[in-house]
């Protein structure tokens, strides 16, 4: 199905859509002498520039990253800076208002224990943040030191109609130029509502650097008041932009934030994302090709190639089915999974059981079986996961005699779940494509070199037939422990999705704001419903600070290493050897021994 991307923001976008509700304030007539400059003159003192000061940070980091690159042969020895300023640049804007807080967009924020606040009249104080609100792209800060000559801003009773004056007002600090503070004119289109949150639209020129800034309307009374914060810049046209208009956090929403009253969407995540995180499941793949190996930072890291749907018998009238399980949520320590191999009639052909470790930190573990038989009958067969005698995952495909004219078709009416309700299954993976199907880079973990701080992932989804629906936008969504939503990306959208039709889809999750080590969960969603949870793990890389979660488990792994490498060897007990069968005796296929567990 052909996917169009709508939303292509030029500023760093990592919340996605956030907006407004309620009622209007009406259209009027710019009073004389209401220009440009004089709101410009009357509202850009209240305006500041937003920066997260983390230059030490970086530094540190650059030092630490030579110290890995240093290990490889030809390696640079230095690091060296081709900045075009080597003064900090400020990540975005804000603006006061009463109580002394400063308002800005949520994803001007990088390294909220680093923040500082520069005023137009060139006082820089340190900020704390209060409170953040990823899904509707509001950040509060609370200046440490008290902002002078800044008057605080006015927030607007109700929404704007369409056709009322507004001006865009921020710091265009961002890029290889900077004009500082700038202002922009235009009017409104109107409040439209999309995932969680709703958008004030209009047509004011917004620039890199004024993420977080206020937009200005005048009242009746000739006096500013905020309408919105500044978001994004929207494009228009499908894969092929050709009209852009700019977006803002409306004013309803702005106050929400400012009550600290969370959007109705992150309970009904929270609740999707606890159940399907504490059940044990199973995502079943029918291949030979899977590859899982430990990256430097002793995370695990998948990729699969291949997902059968038929299988054809040999000339030994043998057939192979390879499957690989991607098993979520399993218990810590050394697990059975179960794999059976089910002829159409639901009677068990094979059974495979392999041995899984989980460790601390692997929320997603890896097992394969690879079953040799000789079937009876052509047709769907069914492949089951099992953990603890549960059912956890399953699968299907069709085997059938090149040879036999005489069999069923297949008719590929199986690709809903065994409840009945269409499926999406989704895979943290840094790269995946249905068609021939392939996934690289699966990985259920962030290792960084301190927290808070904002990272990245990419993902792939491919939902079964059934669903059905216009304008359906796939988002991803990552919570961390408490249930709170800790950041957001829009994947791509669907103009439509027709129940007769498989569809995929890939896109990024955003880049959310991660506070400590921990457990965080992705959970995917179509517009406002929950399809599935991808769980992940933060960690400090070891060389980040003694004592960290990844230390600790390294210096585990080490210890095993080490039991492992002096444990003495047994000679093995050799077996009697078994009888030869007569010549003349019953033929059995040659069945190779079970693969180890991945």
């Keep these: 199905m052909k996917r169009h991307h709508l939303l292509l923001p030029l500023i760093a976008l990592t919340a996605g859509l956030a907006g407004c509700g309620g009622s209007t304030l009406p259209a009027s007539s710019p009073a004389p002498g209401q220009s440009t400059q004089s709101v410009f003159d009357s509202v850009s003192p209240s305006v500041v520039a937003i920066?997260?000061?983390?230059?030490?940070?970086?530094?540190?980091?650059?030092?630490?990253?030579?110290?890995?690159?240093?290990?490889?042969?030809?390696?640079?020895?230095?690091?060296?800076?081709?900045?075009?300023?080597?003064?900090?640049?400020?990540?975005?804007?804000?603006?006061?208002?009463?109580?002394?807080?400063?308002?800005t967009a949520a994803h001007v924020i990088h390294s909220p224990e680093q923040l500082k606040i520069t005023t137009k009249n060139g006082q820089t104080v340190e900020a704390k943040l209060v409170h953040i609100d990823e899904v509707r792209d509001v950040a509060l800060l609370e200046p440490k030191t008290k902002l002078e000559g800044v008057p605080?801003?006015?927030?607007?009773?109700?929404?704007?109609?369409?056709?009322?004056?507004?001006?865009?007002?921020?710091?265009?600090?961002?890029?290889?130029?900077?004009?500082?503070?700038?202002?922009?004119?235009?009017?409104?289109?109107?409040?439209?509502?999309?995932?969680?949150?709703?958008?004030?639209?209009?047509?004011?020129?917004?620039?890199?650097?004024?993420s977080g800034g206020p937009v200005i309307t005048l009242d009746d009374a000739g006096k500013p008041a905020v309408v919105g914060v500044n978001h994004a810049i929207l494009f228009t046209g499908g894969m092929m932009p050709v009209a852009s208009i700019s977006s803002a956090s409306s004013v309803a929403d702005i106050k929400e934030v400012v009550a600290k009253r969370p959007a109705a969407i992150e309970p009904k995540l929270a609740e999707f994302a606890k159940s399907q995180s504490s059940a044990s499941r199973a995502e079943l793949f029918v291949t030979r090709n899977l590859s899982v190996h430990k990256d430097p930072q002793m995370l695990t890291t998948a990729a699969i190639v291949?997902?059968?749907?038929?299988?054809?018998?040999?000339?030994?009238?043998?057939?192979?089915?390879?499957?690989?399980?991607?098993?979520?949520?399993?218990?810590?320590?050394?697990?059975?999974?179960?794999?059976?191999?089910?002829?159409?009639?639901?009677?068990?052909?094979?059974?495979?059981?392999?041995h899984v470790k989980v460790g601390d930190f692997d929320r997603v573990s890896?097992?394969?079986?690879?079953?040799?038989?000789e079937p009876k009958v052509s047709g769907r067969y069914d492949i089951v996961a099992k953990v603890a005698g549960?059912?956890?995952?399953?699968?299907?495909?069709?085997?059938?005699?090149?040879?036999?004219?005489?069999?069923?078709?297949?008719?590929?009416?199986?690709?809903d779940a065994e409840?009945?309700?269409?499926?999406?299954?989704?895979?943290?993976?840094?790269?995946?494509?249905?068609?021939?199907?392939?996934?690289?880079?699966?990985?259920?973990?962030?290792?960084?070199?301190?927290?808070?701080?904002?990272v990245g992932f990419t993902w792939y989804a491919r939902g079964s037939r059934g669903w059905s629906g216009t304008n359906v936008a796939i988002s991803a969504f990552v919570?961390?422990?408490?249930?709170?939503?800790?950041?957001?990306?829009?994947?791509?959208?669907?103009?439509?999705?027709?129940?007769?039709?498989?569809?995929?889809?890939?896109?990024?999750?955003?880049t959310p704001l991660l506070?400590?080590?921990?457990?965080?969960?992705?959970?995917?969603?179509?517009?406002?419903?929950?399809?599935?949870?991808?769980?992940?793990?933060a960690m400090v890389r070891t060389s980040a600070g003694a004592g960290s979660a990844l230390d600790r488990w390294m210096q585990e792994l080490k210890k095993q290493h080490a039991v492992k490498k002096h444990k003495p060897t047994v000679a093995p007990t050799p077996k009697p050897k078994a009888p030869e069968k007569p010549a003349d005796g019953p033929k059995t296929a040659a069945k190779p021994a079970p693969k180890k567990a991945n």
């Design 306 to 354: 291949g997902n059968e749907r038929t299988i054809e018998t040999g000339t030994d009238d043998v057939a192979r089915v390879p499957v690989v399980g991607m098993l979520f949520a399993l218990p810590k320590g050394k697990q059975d999974v179960t794999f059976e191999l089910q002829d159409p009639d639901d009677v068990v052909v094979e059974t495979v059981t392999k």
């Design 390 to 415: 549960k059912v956890v995952g399953r699968t299907d495909v069709w085997i059938e005699d090149p040879d036999d004219d005489d069999q069923p078709i297949d008719d590929d009416d199986q690709d």
């Design 152 to 210: 605080a801003l006015r927030l607007a009773e109700t929404n704007p109609t369409p056709g009322r004056r507004v001006w865009a007002l921020g710091h265009t600090g961002a890029g290889l130029w900077a004009l500082a503070w700038g202002v922009s004119e235009g009017i409104t289109s109107g409040i439209v509502e999309m995932l969680g949150a709703k958008l004030l639209l209009f047509d004011a020129p917004v620039y890199p650097g004024f």
């Design 51 to 103: 920066l997260n000061d983390d230059t030490a940070q970086r530094e540190e980091e650059a030092k630490q990253a030579m110290k890995d690159i240093g290990l490889e042969a030809h390696a640079p020895k230095k690091v060296v800076d081709v900045s075009l300023r080597k003064e900090p640049m400020p990540h975005g804007t804000g603006f006061l208002i009463e109580g002394g807080i400063v308002i």
């Design 479 to 510: 919570l961390d422990e408490r249930g709170k939503i800790v950041g957001r990306g829009v994947g791509c959208m669907n103009p439509e999705v027709r129940p007769e039709r498989t569809w995929q889809c890939s896109g990024t999750g955003g």
């Design 419 to 454: 409840d009945g309700e269409p499926r999406v299954d989704v895979v943290v993976a840094s790269y995946g494509r249905d068609e021939p199907f392939a996934l690289g880079g699966i990985r259920s973990g962030w290792v960084e070199w301190r927290y808070p701080r904002r």
């Design 366 to 373: 890896f097992a394969s079986a690879d079953f040799r038989f």
């Design 515 to 537: 506070t400590k080590e921990g457990r965080y969960d992705v959970v995917f969603a179509m517009n406002d419903r929950p399809i599935a949870v991808w769980p992940m793990e």
